[in-house]
């Protein structure tokens, strides 16, 4: 079996063959899935206090053979093979059209999209954003981007320069999974982001470890000082929920408000949650 891409510096393993076997039936998979319409939108709310700030666009892909395959399978495979590529741009596009439609039907809502850093990496990114925005009608400042560190590994000043341009176009830029990589904090806060968001296994571990709390208590002072909100990802209880609040988290989203939906269905969750239901 051969290996790609970035991992293709690997030593081979006997026992990672069947790993490198289901990345290529991914692969393979994948391909022409856009062309076959298998992959849709699921819209999760994100609260803060008792208002929805926006929502974060997830990807769902459905193969006719492979049946549901969960993102954290697929979209290492699509950034692996360029996939992602084309994949990313057809995310971009469907957030921007929701957008629009949900500004069209007078409950405007944020966007945020995920962003791989390979996406990112393209040169003419900003301006791909920025014909998205053209063709849907959409103000800058009605989509988010998240981002990860692992796009600033290379060139920080670069990365900064970029997030620059897309903030002058309104667009906002958070960074996901904060606390997960292991880039300096101090080269972090040089890109101008307006976000921070605290992925759910953290929330998860804070709950029954103390140094987890003060991680997020921690990321949440820095937060402060840098005039960042911040986001806790991943709340599932009640219990939860006062423990971010309480660590300094102004935003949150998890399934203890709603799961990701498709956008109809969270037309009818809005409706329901303005009404105070
Ligand atoms: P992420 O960006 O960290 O997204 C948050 C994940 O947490 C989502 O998983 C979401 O469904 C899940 N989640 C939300 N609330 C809760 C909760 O209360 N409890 C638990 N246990 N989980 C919760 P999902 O949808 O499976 O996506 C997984 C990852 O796949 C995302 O992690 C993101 O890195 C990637 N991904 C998803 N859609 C896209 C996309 O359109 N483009 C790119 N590049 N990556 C995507
Ligand atoms: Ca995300
Ligand atoms: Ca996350
Ligand atoms: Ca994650």
Redesign the pocket.
């Known amino acids: 079996a051969k290996t790609q891409g970035k991992n293709s510096y690997r030593v081979f393993h006997p026992d990672m063959e069947a790993t490198v076997h289901a990345q290529e039936r991914l692969e393979s998979a994948l391909r022409g899935a856009l062309d076959r319409g298998e992959f849709t939108?699921?819209y999760?709310p994100q609260v803060r206090g008792s208002a929805v700030t926006g929502v974060?666009?997830?990807?769902?892909w459905t193969h006719h053979d492979l049946g549901e395959v969960?993102?954290?399978q697929f979209?290492p495979v699509?950034?692996d093979s360029a996939i992602?590529l084309p994949?990313?741009a057809w995310?971009l596009d469907q957030?921007a059209a929701q957008a629009a439609r949900w500004q069209a039907a007078g409950t405007p809502l944020r966007v945020a999209?995920?962003?791989?850093p390979r996406?990112f990496a393209q040169s003419d990114f900003v301006e791909r954003v920025q014909g998205t925005l053209t063709r849907h009608h959409l103000r800058g400042e009605w989509l988010e981007l998240?981002v990860?560190e692992r796009l600033v590994v290379r060139d920080i000043e670069a990365a900064a320069h970029k997030i620059r341009q897309l903030r002058r176009l309104g667009v906002l830029v958070s960074l996901?999974?904060f606390g997960a990589g292991h880039s300096a904090l101090s080269s972090l806060m040089k890109l101008p982001i307006s976000a921070l968001?605290i992925?759910?296994e953290f929330?998860?571990n804070a709950e029954f470890h103390e140094g987890g709390q003060q991680l997020i208590q921690a990321i949440t002072s820095v937060a402060r000082a840098m005039n960042l909100a911040v986001v806790a990802?991943?709340?599932?209880t009640e219990r939860q929920l006062n423990m971010v609040r309480a660590l300094g988290c102004d935003q949150v989203?998890?399934?203890?408000f709603a799961?990701?939906m498709p956008a109809d269905d969270l037309a009818r969750w809005l409706a329901e949650w303005r009404a105070g239901g």
């Not at 974060?56 to 769902?60: D, M, S, V």
């Not at 999209?113 to 791989?116: I, P």
Request: glycine share 6%.
């Open positions: 939108l699921h999760q974060e666009a997830l990807l769902r969960p993102p954290d979209i699509a950034e992602i994949l990313g995310v957030a999209v995920n962003v791989s996406e998240e990860t996901d999974d968001k992925d759910h929330v998860e990802e991943g709340v599932e989203q998890g399934f203890l799961r990701p």
